[in-house]
């Protein structure tokens, strides 16, 4: 059974810097695409970048170019999604996500729900 | 790339049908089979219903379908169920270089 599972809720202040992260299990962790989507308050989805687990390629979506760092490391098939400076307007849930050109994401995490607040 | 376009909400009553639109641009569903819906409910991880415009992943129920014309792609649901009730997003392959594109969401609700 596929399964991506998250870590839990953060609560950070303004400038500081975050790491959240995603476990994969269930298949083969370098053979898939695995990303990171946006929900942010009252709002729809939005996908932030995806990265290959193989040979750590990203592709990015322009408005968060710069904005985040998607990583992984392999050796524990885990993927994460990193800020240096966070801000108010990141406060969101981020899904982690499995993706394919031929089907989109169609494995989801449970969600890490993130409040950035002074 | 900027969203497909979604109604912001659909209704219809148990045991109707209702469809939903999604569109885009000759660029994005216009050009390819490789659009996906989702179905998400409030504090849960979206579900993938249908991906390359028609096919279910196993487990999913046959009252959803879908199907393109030019750049506007449709989910259909039929034999509405309140279960039903939560919003949907489609999405799309754009290009090789960003992942899909999504949809702007669309609120179903069981009358």
């Known amino acids: 059974e596929v399964q991506l599972m998250q870590s839990g809720a953060e609560v950070k202040k303004p400038g500081e810097s975050l790491k959240v992260s995603c476990q994969a299990s269930g298949y083969s962790f370098i053979s898939y695409w695995i990303g990171w989507v946006r929900q942010m308050p009252g709002k729809g989805l939005e996908c932030m970048g995806i990265?290959?687990?193989?040979?750590?390629?990203?592709k990015y979506n322009p408005p968060f170019q710069g904005q985040v760092t998607i990583s992984v490391d392999k050796s524990i098939n885990t993927a994460y999604l990193q800020w240096s400076s966070l801000k108010a307007s990141d406060t969101a849930i981020y899904y982690c996500?499995?993706?394919?050109?031929?089907?989109?994401?169609?494995?989801w995490g449970q969600g890490t729900r993130l409040t950035v607040s002074s | 790339q900027s969203a497909l376009t979604q109604p912001a909400s659909v209704s219809g009553s148990p045991g109707q049908s209702i469809t939903i639109s999604c569109t885009g641009l000759t660029s994005d569903v216009g050009g390819y089979d490789f659009v996906s819906w989702y179905q998400h409910y409030p504090d849960r991880a979206p579900k993938l219903v249908l991906s390359e415009v028609n096919n279910r992943p196993s487990g999913v129920s046959d009252r959803f379908s879908g199907s393109k014309s030019g750049d506007t792609a449709s989910l259909t649901i039929s034999g509405l169920q309140p279960d039903d009730e939560g919003t949907y997003y489609c999405?799309?392959?754009?290009?090789?270089?960003?992942?899909?594109?999504f949809g702007t969401g669309t609120e179903v609700t069981v009358l």
């Open positions: 996500v499995r993706h394919r050109i031929r089907t989109g994401f169609d494995y």
């Open positions: 999405s799309s392959y754009v290009t090789d270089s960003i992942p899909h594109v």
């Open positions: 990265i290959n687990p193989g040979d750590s390629r990203t």
